[in-house]
């Protein structure tokens, strides 16, 4: 049975959809103005994987991921850079999805934009002042009245009445309540907008959400996903405004996945210690940063450091070695007791709100098995090898070829030219020729390529520095 911790009721709970199923998933996507970070590739890895396991485990799930392409950081970026906010958001969003396709995240079933959904943006918002539960300013702007809902603070737990008395004396003297937050803001000179029932402007970041969630997905869904950042306000306010407008419980399942530390700091511009996905795969393969983000369970905080992401790479080696000679595309996942047993356990740990420490935990113990029996069972090793192959394929990991992956990180080195090398080694051995055998070792080294002699047969891997 699949247990998921609840963020809104703080427990592990067995979950079971609304449909009997079928599931609707809603996670809160990029704010396309930059490239894309280390801490957004925890979210897109640790959704990637939830979805990839829901549907191995026999689910119709729709997976729904939103891009927010315009809010008040795009249009400062614009500005800045003197260009329309629709051509920044338009060049992120390709970077975006480089990135996703270099970590192998699946495409989400839909990807909704901010600004293809102004016209329900607005009938929620209309909705709001018609129920009492919005109210439009002196200012122009729309509010949110958050003294209208009751059950305002259930996901984060904050007490309204202890936020009302810690919050600051709010600069716009527009608002009835400190607390209250934007629907709609007015725009001012030389900003986007569109016509409203209360004039040219934008929605607030909040409601935009609301709006694409339940476009996509109905007024109530199963799950809705984000990193713990978003959870006070934007998922409280969420909340506020979609159960407000509906009377409908919004949403199931509230999930949230951990921070990014960098050497057990927050990331951070201001500290120097804020890396993007590129900058990362400069030094790294892709596939390590999606392992990386893996070895961790998705509820705790990360540690980014050079020792983790190298131990990630070490372990992938590890994969990637056992995979080494054997025909990916071969054998059948055995079904006798031990393998059964495997498979048994790596389904529990994810059954487990997606452990995927222990899962791939139970990963290296067919790796060991794979390693003990390759040599007198070829076919029995075979056939782990397949197993190991569907079991991490449900992780998005081992789905390069042994060789590609132990070649990565050579980019000075030509192929070719090692090939040639190894044959010209080869020779020199034949012919007794120690000597010229150990030159070339020693030229092949200085490449950082790594000579593996196995059975009359010479392959080679790159090693990192």
């Known amino acids: 049975m699949l247990k998921i911790y609840n963020t809104l009721t703080h427990k592990k709970e067995e979950f079971q959809p609304l449909e009997p199923g ?36 026999g689910y119709e799930v729709t997976y729904v991921r939103n891009i927010t392409d315009v809010d008040d950081k795009i249009i400062q970026r614009a500005n800045e850079n003197k260009e329309p906010f629709s051509d920044l958001t338009e060049r992120f969003i390709t970077l975006m999805h480089e990135d996703e396709k270099a970590l192998n995240i699946t495409k989400p079933d839909q990807e909704p934009r901010a600004t293809g959904h102004i016209d329900e943006i607005i009938k929620i918002i209309e909705t709001l002042i018609a129920k009492d539960f919005a109210y439009v300013a002196d200012n122009g702007d729309v509010y949110y009245a958050v003294k209208q809902f009751k059950g305002y603070g259930k996901l984060s737990r904050k007490n309204p009445e202890e ?14 309540d400190p607390r209250d937050f934007t629907l709609w803001k007015k725009a001012k000179e030389n900003e986007p907008g569109w016509d409203s029932p209360w004039g040219f402007g934008r929605p607030g970041w909040h409601v935009e959400c609301s709006a694409m969630s339940s476009c996509c997905l109905g007024e109530a869904f199963d799950i809705h996903g984000g990193g713990s950042d978003l959870m006070f306000p934007h998922h409280e306010n969420e909340i506020a405004q979609s159960e407000a407008a509906s009377g409908k419980t919004f949403v199931q399942t509230w999930m949230h996945n951990g921070p990014v530390r960098v050497d057990d700091e927050k990331m951070s511009k201001s500290l120097d210690n804020f890396f993007t996905i590129r900058d990362v795969m400069l030094k790294y393969p892709a596939e390590v940063i999606r392992y990386f983000l893996l070895s961790s369970q998705y509820r705790s905080a990360i540690n980014y450091s050079e020792e983790n ?80 192959k569907k079991l991490a394929g449900i992780l998005g990991i081992l789905e390069m070829s042994a060789e590609d992956f132990l070649r990565e ?25 120690w000597a010229l055998a150990d030159q070339i070792r020693d030229e092949l080294a200085a490449l950082n390529v790594v000579l593996e002699d196995k059975d009359g047969v010479t392959s080679w891997r790159i090693e990192r520095a």
Not at 163 to 176: F, N, T, V, Y
Not at 311 to 338: C, H, I, M, W
Request: charged residues 30%; proline residues 1%.
């Open 22 to 57: 079928k599931i609707r998933m809603y996670v809160c996507g990029l704010t396309t103005y930059d490239y894309s970070h280390i801490g957004h590739a925890r979210m897109l890895v640790a959704f990637d994987v939830i979805v990839r396991y829901l549907r191995n485990s």
């Open 163 to 176: 936020l009302l008395a810690g919050a600051r004396i709010d600069i716009e003297k527009s608002k009835r």
């Open 309 to 388: 992401l190298q131990t990630a790479y070490s372990a992938l080696e590890r994969f990637y070695n056992a995979l080494k000679g054997f025909d990916l595309g071969q054998g059948v996942a055995p079904e006798n007791s031990d393998s059964l047993d495997y498979e048994k356990r790596f389904h529990e740990a994810m059954d487990d709100d997606f452990n995927t420490p222990e899962a791939i935990g139970v990963l290296f113990e067919l790796v060991r098995e794979i390693n003990r029996v390759r040599d007198n069972d070829v076919e029995q090793a075979q056939n782990l090898v397949a197993l190991l």
């Open 409 to 433: 990180g050579g980019d000075d080195v030509d192929a070719t030219h090692v090939e040639s090398l190894i044959t010209q080694r080869k020779q020199a051995r034949e012919d007794k020729n």
